[in-house]
């Protein structure tokens, strides 16, 4: 499955993908689109599991020092993605710095 983002922070290829912390693959690749400057990470997911193709991917973090990964948030369509498919809700990484400026510098 890829997935497009603005900003994917420290995530690297092997990072695990999880659904609600339960790991069912992980980042096979990471690539960037020359045309729009987006990242792109192939992730490696079971074939059992089927992802509906509403669901949020979005990058997380385990903990302040843990390593970063993928976490599926299942949607509720009946449409699942197939083999090379392109999520469509991805949610960028949050950097530690960009929580701490935000309170901040409110």
Request: net charge negative.
């Amino acid at each position: 499955i890829n997935s497009s983002f603005f900003d994917i922070g420290n995530i690297n290829v092997g990072n695990d993908v999880k659904i609600m912390g339960v790991k069912i693959g992980e980042i096979s690749s990471i690539s960037l689109d020359q045309e729009n400057y987006m990242a792109i990470i192939t992730s490696a997911v079971d074939e059992s599991i089927k992802i509906p193709n509403d669901s949020i991917f979005k990058i997380a973090n385990n903990g302040f020092i843990g390593s970063p990964y993928i976490e599926i948030e299942l949607g509720n369509s009946k449409e699942t993605l197939k083999n090379n498919d392109y999520s469509i809700n991805n949610v960028d990484a949050v950097s530690l710095e960009e929580i701490i400026n935000s309170f901040i510098f409110k």
